[in-house]
């Protein structure tokens, strides 16, 4: 079902991979990157996960898995919860701002947490579109990770081609934007951006039927088996995890607002 969603913004063009990679695909993509301002701000505390409940047996379809985790990053600025099976990648800020990779129990990268990323950005042309999932993430804003909006949760594409993978102009990604919803067939390019001081960061990754375990035939078209995947555990526990981002000295549980979610 196509639902609003995407104002003038840039599409998100991150990976979990290396810092030029996400450099590279953002800017592929219509987001301009600019050098962030140096901090003085000392990196105080070391990004030690920390266990909560030991590892649940395997999760029924379409809910999270039990058993998990809480990670801080090494500038004590953002906590968040990740299975326990699952591995957190972190160079302890080695490379300038949070760079953190999430990495399932067979190794495949979920998704990735950048700070400290500047950006500029506009809307280089409107695209058919889709949102298959969205919640608001009350607790970033309250956490100075906002400026007047409140940031939310999404998973959705952009481009129609029917081609089994995810093509120049056909792509699918979950992440944390700013961009509030807004009715109309066509969008702007993802912008998989949130506020975070001292400028900007992302948390989130793109689907890929490849690496992203989805049902059925792999002939089918990709967006197909991204409204699949959406209904899958994998992508379950990975929802579970970036909706629980918050400020690391926010209470567990305070990362998102009860209520319906879409």
């Known amino acids: 079902m196509r639902k609003p969603a995407g104002s003038p913004g840039a599409t998100l063009g991150a990976t979990v991979g290396a810092a030029i990679g996400v450099v590279l695909l953002l800017a592929s993509c219509g987001l301009v990157p600019e050098p962030a301002p140096p901090t003085s701000q000392a990196q105080s505390s070391a990004a030690t996960p920390s266990p909560t409940t030991p590892a649940g047996s395997p999760s029924e379809e379409g809910t999270p898995s039990s058993g998990w985790k809480t990670f801080t990053t090494t500038d004590a600025g953002l906590s968040f919860d990740y299975p326990a099976g699952w591995t957190v990648k972190d160079p302890g800020g080695a490379l300038g701002g949070e760079f953190v990779d999430v ?72 992440g944390i934007t700013l961009v509030p919803e807004e009715p109309g067939e066509l969008a702007c390019p993802m912008f998989h951006l949130f506020l975070w001081p001292p400028s900007g960061a992302f948390f989130g990754g793109t689907y890929n039927p490849e690496n992203n375990t989805t049902p059925g035939d792999p002939k089918r078209p990709y967006l197909e088996k991204a409204k699949l995947y959406a209904s899958t555990p994998e992508y379950q526990d990975i929802r579970k995890m970036i909706t629980s981002l918050r400020p690391a000295d926010a209470p567990t549980g305070s990362a998102t607002p009860s209520g319906d979610s879409r």
């Open 103 to 174: 990495l399932n129990a067979e190794g495949k990268s979920m998704a990735g947490l950048r700070t400290n990323i500047v950006t500029g950005a506009e809307c280089v042309g409107k695209t058919p579109y889709e949102v298959y999932d969205s919640e608001p993430m009350v607790a970033l804003a309250e956490g100075g990770g906002a400026d007047g909006g409140v940031p939310r949760y999404v998973f959705e594409s952009r481009g129609d081609d029917p081609d089994p993978v995810s093509t120049q102009s056909t792509i699918a990604a979950y």
